[in-house]
């Protein structure tokens, strides 16, 4: 339960729009860099068969730069060692679909990356099986979170389109590719088309 005498910057966040964990993160993020496999600001719908993700979890938005910094450091540094992860520069940002989101010390963001089975992988890494879907990918090469929000919300309007969480326990929020575009804000996943639009 929030307390209001702990109020700060970090809380008051609301989870399916504008996490501030992620503007804490992006705040402290000051590596540059190029987009090469999308175009900057510029939204696509992204499909994805069943994903494989394993992670390390950051949890409670106190100083969650540095929880955000050290997973990072950990997935990079570890799973290029790991036999079936597909790239280690690609980060995917996951969060559990959970009512306890909305509260500063239990809010959990998970940093993961894509393998193709979780053999080999060591027992304290967070792992979990996403379902196919569909989702409004943005890339921002400045690691703007509020302004790829705005793109993606944006699409999703014009376009009539229908996301939402459904029974999944988890969501991408974003992901990261070092070695690609970036940051890139993802919407909840596509359930179908408004019937005014068809």
Not at 84 to 97: A, D, R
Not at 140 to 147: Q, S, T
């Amino acid at each position: 339960m929030n307390n209001p005498a702990k109020k700060n910057k970090e809380e008051n966040y609301q989870p399916q729009h504008v996490p501030q964990a992620f503007k804490v993160i992006n705040g402290q993020l000051h590596t540059k860099i190029e987009v090469e496999t999308m175009e900057d600001m510029k939204p696509r719908v992204v499909e994805h068969g069943e994903l494989k993700l394993i992670g390390i979890p950051c949890v409670s938005l106190k100083d969650m730069g540095g929880k955000y910094r050290h997973a990072k450091e950990g997935l990079l540094s570890s799973t290029k060692h790991f036999p079936f992860v597909k790239n280690p520069s690609v980060h995917y940002g996951i969060w559990p679909e959970a009512p306890t989101q909305s509260e500063s010390d239990l809010h959990a963001y998970i940093l993961c990356v894509e393998v193709d089975a979780f053999d080999g992988v060591p027992e304290w890494y967070f792992k979990t099986t996403l379902p196919p879907q569909k989702c409004v990918v943005v890339p921002n090469k400045d690691g703007d979170y509020d302004a790829a929000c705005r793109v993606v919300d944006r699409y999703v309007s014009d376009n009539g389109l229908i996301v939402g969480a459904q029974d999944r326990k988890y969501t991408i929020c974003e992901r990261y590719d070092y070695e690609g575009e970036g940051f890139a804000k993802y919407s909840l996943p596509i359930q179908g088309i408004r019937e005014e639009q068809r």
